[in-house]
């Protein structure tokens, strides 16, 4: 698939890649590409952007297999770095976390859980878990997008650090309280993954959390 | 209203005198440096710290003409750093403030990294990214607090290249070596590469360098491919970080600031997102007693003062747990 030739649109700058907006038949398509980045070696800049090309669109696809809200993949251009996938309708949740009601945030947290409870379960660890990375649906659960850090792993630790990640997302850019959002989210979590896998995973994410520098009790 | 900054949290002994407009009016430093192949080892730079102490002090309070001038706050950093290292300057500033009855000002050397920083780049409300020896963290300021946004998991970005340039037997400080050797350097070999998220891991890579490192790889090559990769890593969550919290300036401080690899890199990603970037000039980039003296001089100011018999020091002590009210900057 040549996505040089696609009639697209830019419709966001992200840290890695740039997704663009087009249309291939009947379907609204989002391709990503990663782009060249100035400031890192040519040789090291070419292989993670391939690596993680071919990553993404594989793990996308299990995610999607397995039963989790994520993007179908349409197509893959190895060639020019770029993963062509369904449009998503909805809202990013970093943006709209904090106009909701208590509730309302924690109903969303609590299907985050499940979400993420199902990419886990299928031994998908997302890798970059914010809540950049959350799209909320008008019709539907949540979305899980950007699988660019996505690894395949069965490992407390691995699925630690999405739960770790998610939370420190939660701390650092919103105004809801932490604790509470996160209570939900395990209760999610829990119901897909049981209390097992839930209650080893959130184990490890709280130590992780204490792994940082200067932490008085380890 | 004149503040002196005394820093002693690791090799460095410092004395500094900034002024109520944020001018440097003097800034003395000693670092202690250990032989080649060894690493700093506490109580000999304590030592160190405690035998320069007087000359330092008394230095940094003249003029150029000889005078002596009396601060009106004494500063001191309290943490976070080596034990015995931080007693020394505690104790120092602990007697200036009694004997000159003046209040005593407790600073976090990391906060005190970024306001120096903020100071000379008039930066308002940054992402600060800070690299040293003892911290390697992508923050933003948020209600009274520097919030981490990414940091190390494991060890720090100045670790790093500090126990790399042992293993290769390369003088300390190890950045500045590498660096000079990368220069020499052109084949990328392939390293760890580790970014999880917003945080990166480095113990990995000095594992698989150290271990090329004895297999007799090319010096120049491993030093360059070392300095690349642990750049790029950082620089991606940087560049994660600037995405999500939209900032639009990125701030560069603390010792590894001064590599110039390292600064065009992160420049590059601030110019990328349309943001400014501001690396600490390089003579303010370590560890030195002009940041401990800008930061008390702004804590003061804030209300934070601290008596004599409380005057702990805290050798692990989080930058996020700090209240810095001060920021944004006016």
């Known amino acids: 698939m040549d996505t040089a030739s696609l009639n697209s649109t830019l419709l966001h700058r992200g840290a890695e890649a740039d997704l663009s907006l087009a249309t291939i038949g009947p379907w609204r398509v989002v391709v990503k590409r990663r782009v060249r980045k100035e400031y890192r070696n040519p040789i090291l800049d070419e292989r993670i952007r391939h690596d993680r090309t071919i990553s993404e669109a594989s793990v996308i696809h299990e995610a999607k297999t397995a039963g989790a809200r994520v993007p179908s993949i349409v197509g893959v251009d190895i060639e020019n770095n770029a993963i062509v996938m369904t449009h998503l309708a909805g809202t990013v949740a970093r943006e709209c976390l904090d106009d909701m009601g208590k509730s309302e945030a924690q109903k969303l947290l609590r299907s985050i859980g499940e979400q993420i409870g199902l990419l886990h379960t299928a031994g998908i660890v997302h890798g970059d878990l914010t809540t950049s990375n959350v799209i909320v649906s008008p019709s539907g659960p949540p979305f899980i997008v950007d699988f660019g850090m996505s690894r395949r792993s069965i490992e407390a630790e691995d699925r630690g650090v999405d739960l770790h990640l998610l939370q420190r997302s939660i701390i650092a850019s919103h105004r809801q309280n932490p604790s509470s959002m996160m209570n939900s989210m395990i209760r999610g979590y829990e119901e897909i993954t049981g209390m097992k896998v839930a209650s080893s995973t959130w184990r490890k994410a709280r130590e992780i959390a204490r792994r940082g520098r200067y932490f008085a009790i380890r | 209203m004149i503040c002196l900054g005394i820093e002693s949290t690791a090799h460095t002994f410092g004395a500094s005198l900034v002024d109520a407009n944020d001018r440097i009016l003097t800034n003395v430093n000693s670092t202690y440096r250990p032989p080649v192949g060894v690493g700093i080892h506490p109580r000999k730079a304590s030592e160190h710290h405690a035998t320069v102490a007087d000359d330092i002090v008394r230095t940094a309070l003249s003029t150029t003409d000889g005078s002596a001038i009396d601060p009106d706050i004494i500063a001191y ?20 403030s009694s004997f000159l009855k003046k209040p005593l000002v407790p600073v976090h050397h990391g906060v005190a990294h970024l306001d120096i920083a903020m100071s000379i780049a008039k930066a308002r409300d940054p992402l600060a990214v800070l690299v040293s020896g003892g911290h390697t963290s992508i923050l933003v300021h948020v209600g009274k607090k520097w919030r981490v946004y990414g940091e190390t998991q494991d060890i720090t970005l100045g670790n790093l ?29 392939k390293l760890p590469y580790t970014v999880k998220g917003n945080d990166v891991a480095y113990s990995g890579l000095l594992t ?41 300036e990125v701030l560069l401080a603390g010792g590894v600031a001064a590599s110039p690899r390292l600064r065009e890199m992160i420049g590059s990603v601030a110019e990328d997102h349309g943001s400014s970037f501001h690396p600490v000039p390089i003579e303010y980039s370590g560890d030195c007693g002009a940041q401990i003296a800008c930061s008390g001089r702004l804590a003061f100011e804030s209300g934070v003062k601290i008596s004599i018999s409380d005057s702990f020091v805290t050798p692990r002590w989080r930058m996020d747990e700090v209240d810095v009210p001060w920021i944004p900057r006016a």
Do not use: H, W, Y
């Open chain 2, 77 to 96: 950093a309290a943490g976070p750093g080596l034990g015995p290292c931080l007693r020394v300057g505690a104790t120092v500033g602990r007697a200036l």
């Open chain 2, 208 to 248: 698989a360098a150290a271990t090329l490192l004895r297999k007799q790889s090319n010096l120049a090559d491993l030093c360059f491919s070392l300095q690349e990769t642990a750049f790029s890593m950082l620089s991606e969550a940087v560049e994660r970080s600037l995405v999500q919290t939209r900032r639009s």
């Open chain 2, 161 to 189: 290249l500090d126990m790399f340039g042992r293993e290769a037997r390369l003088p300390s400080p190890g950045g500045a070596s590498v660096g000079r050797e990368a220069m020499k350097g052109q084949n990328l070999i």
